[in-house]
């Protein structure tokens, strides 16, 4: 008998290690991408300072403490926009920009 492992064996081996590989990559990968959004979750765009959810007539905002910054979630402002009241979107924006000169930018 030959110990001497056969050519189809040694292809084998060899595509089940670069399974292995690629699997742990892409693991690798996924995670990594988790990390990253988890690490802008809830982040000013601008400045990169923690965002605050404040709620204005049914609406939420986030708002930045550090640069006075607004952000809206995607149907945010078709809500506001599609509401029977005409003037919600000044009211709205009224009271955010009250509360902005209630409390000075840091710097």
């Keep these: 008998m030959t110990d ?3 050519r189809n ?5 060899a595509r089940e290690e670069r399974e292995k590989l690629e699997r742990h990559r892409d693991a690798a990968r996924r995670a990594a ?6 690490s802008h979750f809830m982040k000013c765009p ?4 923690d965002l605050l ?12 403490p ?3 910054g607004i952000w809206l979630d995607a149907g945010e ?3 506001v926009a599609a509401h029977e009241d005409k003037g919600l979107l000044g009211r709205v924006f009224g009271d955010v920009m009250s509360t902005f000169r209630s ?3 840091r710097k």
């Design 53 to 64: 959810t404040e709620e204005f007539h049914g609406i939420q905002i986030e708002r930045c």
């Design 9 to 13: 064996e040694d292809e084998y081996f």
């Design 103 to 105: 409390k000075s930018p």
């Design 66 to 68: 550090e640069d006075n």
């Design 33 to 38: 991408l988790s990390a990253e959004r988890k």
């Design 46 to 49: 601008k400045c990169g300072g």
């Design 77 to 79: 402002l078709d809500a």
């Design 4 to 6: 001497k492992p056969s």
